[in-house]
Protein backbone atom coordinates (compact mmCIF):
# COMPACT_ATOMS: atom_id res chain seq x y z
CA UNK A 1 0.00 0.00 0.00
CA UNK A 2 1.37 3.04 -1.11
CA UNK A 3 1.72 6.20 1.52
CA UNK A 4 1.04 9.86 0.86
CA UNK A 5 2.29 12.39 2.71
CA UNK A 6 1.43 16.07 1.45
CA UNK A 7 3.29 19.25 1.75
CA UNK A 8 3.05 23.31 0.86
CA UNK A 9 -0.13 24.76 2.29
CA UNK A 10 -0.16 28.22 3.59
CA UNK A 11 -2.11 30.99 3.80
CA UNK A 12 -1.71 33.46 0.72
CA UNK A 13 -3.12 36.76 -0.85
CA UNK A 14 -5.60 36.48 -3.38
CA UNK A 15 -4.37 36.17 -6.52
CA UNK A 16 -1.17 34.42 -5.47
CA UNK A 17 0.81 30.96 -5.54
CA UNK A 18 1.33 27.62 -3.79
CA UNK A 19 2.90 24.49 -4.98
CA UNK A 20 1.67 21.62 -2.89
CA UNK A 21 3.53 18.62 -3.20
CA UNK A 22 2.42 15.06 -2.32
CA UNK A 23 5.22 12.38 -1.63
CA UNK A 24 4.96 8.46 -2.11
CA UNK A 25 6.32 6.19 -0.38
CA UNK A 26 5.80 2.21 0.25
CA UNK A 27 4.70 1.30 -3.36
CA UNK A 28 5.58 2.15 -6.95
CA UNK A 29 4.25 5.51 -7.81
CA UNK A 30 4.38 4.53 -11.44
CA UNK A 31 1.71 2.25 -10.89
CA UNK A 32 -0.62 4.14 -9.39
CA UNK A 33 -3.01 7.08 -11.24
CA UNK A 34 -3.03 9.94 -8.78
CA UNK A 35 -4.85 13.32 -8.07
CA UNK A 36 -6.05 16.40 -5.55
CA UNK A 37 -9.13 16.37 -3.95
CA UNK A 38 -9.98 19.58 -1.50
CA UNK A 39 -12.99 19.74 1.22
CA UNK A 40 -13.61 23.70 1.77
CA UNK A 41 -15.13 24.87 5.15
CA UNK A 42 -18.53 22.99 5.82
CA UNK A 43 -18.39 21.14 2.34
CA UNK A 44 -17.70 17.79 1.14
CA UNK A 45 -14.90 16.58 -1.03
CA UNK A 46 -14.47 17.38 -3.95
CA UNK A 47 -12.36 16.96 -7.38
CA UNK A 48 -9.70 19.01 -8.47
CA UNK A 49 -7.14 17.20 -11.03
CA UNK A 50 -6.01 13.97 -11.81
CA UNK A 51 -2.89 11.94 -13.55
CA UNK A 52 -2.39 9.14 -14.91
CA UNK A 53 0.55 6.92 -14.79
CA UNK A 54 3.01 7.86 -17.13
CA UNK A 55 1.82 11.37 -16.85
CA UNK A 56 -0.55 11.30 -20.34
CA UNK A 57 -3.97 11.80 -19.33
CA UNK A 58 -4.85 14.80 -17.47
CA UNK A 59 -7.95 16.18 -16.02
CA UNK A 60 -9.19 19.08 -13.99
CA UNK A 61 -12.20 20.39 -12.33
CA UNK A 62 -13.54 23.36 -13.92
CA UNK A 63 -13.11 25.69 -11.10
CA UNK A 64 -9.09 25.16 -11.84
CA UNK A 65 -8.78 25.03 -14.96
CA UNK A 66 -6.25 27.31 -16.61
CA UNK A 67 -5.17 28.43 -13.03
CA UNK A 68 -3.77 24.76 -11.76
CA UNK A 69 -1.11 22.51 -13.05
CA UNK A 70 -0.91 19.01 -11.70
CA UNK A 71 2.34 16.93 -12.26
CA UNK A 72 4.06 14.10 -11.07
CA UNK A 73 7.60 12.92 -10.92
CA UNK A 74 8.08 8.98 -11.01
CA UNK A 75 11.45 8.55 -10.38
CA UNK A 76 11.20 10.92 -7.74
CA UNK A 77 8.34 9.64 -5.99
CA UNK A 78 6.57 12.77 -6.06
CA UNK A 79 3.03 14.74 -7.40
CA UNK A 80 2.71 18.25 -7.54
CA UNK A 81 -0.35 20.89 -7.81
CA UNK A 82 0.75 24.59 -9.00
CA UNK A 83 -1.79 26.68 -7.79
CA UNK A 84 -1.63 29.81 -9.52
CA UNK A 85 -4.33 33.44 -9.56
CA UNK A 86 -5.62 31.86 -6.02
CA UNK A 87 -9.61 32.88 -4.82
CA UNK A 88 -10.81 32.92 -1.42
CA UNK A 89 -12.92 30.30 -2.58
CA UNK A 90 -10.01 27.65 -3.26
CA UNK A 91 -9.78 28.02 0.58
CA UNK A 92 -9.98 24.23 1.63
CA UNK A 93 -7.81 21.24 2.80
CA UNK A 94 -6.06 19.44 -0.09
CA UNK A 95 -6.07 15.77 -0.22
CA UNK A 96 -3.77 13.68 -2.33
CA UNK A 97 -5.35 10.53 -3.74
CA UNK A 98 -4.19 7.47 -5.60
CA UNK A 99 -5.81 4.31 -7.09
CA UNK A 100 -4.01 1.37 -8.74
CA UNK A 101 -6.45 0.51 -10.75
CA UNK A 102 -9.31 3.35 -12.02
CA UNK A 103 -8.13 7.03 -12.60
CA UNK A 104 -9.30 9.28 -9.65
CA UNK A 105 -11.64 11.28 -10.85
CA UNK A 106 -14.31 10.62 -7.62
CA UNK A 107 -13.58 9.58 -3.98
CA UNK A 108 -15.40 6.78 -4.15
CA UNK A 109 -12.33 5.53 -7.08
CA UNK A 110 -9.55 5.96 -4.31
CA UNK A 111 -7.57 4.05 -2.92
CA UNK A 112 -5.55 5.80 -0.42
CA UNK A 113 -5.35 9.41 0.75
CA UNK A 114 -3.17 11.68 2.45
CA UNK A 115 -3.79 13.66 5.95
CA UNK A 116 -4.40 16.60 3.87
CA UNK A 117 -2.63 19.91 3.54
CA UNK A 118 -4.40 23.54 5.14
CA UNK A 119 -4.44 26.09 2.12
CA UNK A 120 -6.09 29.44 2.83
CA UNK A 121 -6.81 32.21 0.66
CA UNK A 122 -7.02 36.10 1.81
CA UNK A 123 -8.97 39.02 0.11
Known amino acids: QVQLVESGGGLVQAGGSLRLSCATS????????MGWFRQPPGKEREFVAS????????NYADSVKGRFTISRDNAGNTMYLEMNSLKPEDTAVYYC????????????????WGQGTQVAVST
Open 26 to 33: GGTMRNYY
Open 97 to 112: AASPFVPVSSPKNVRN
Open 51 to 58: ISQRGLLI
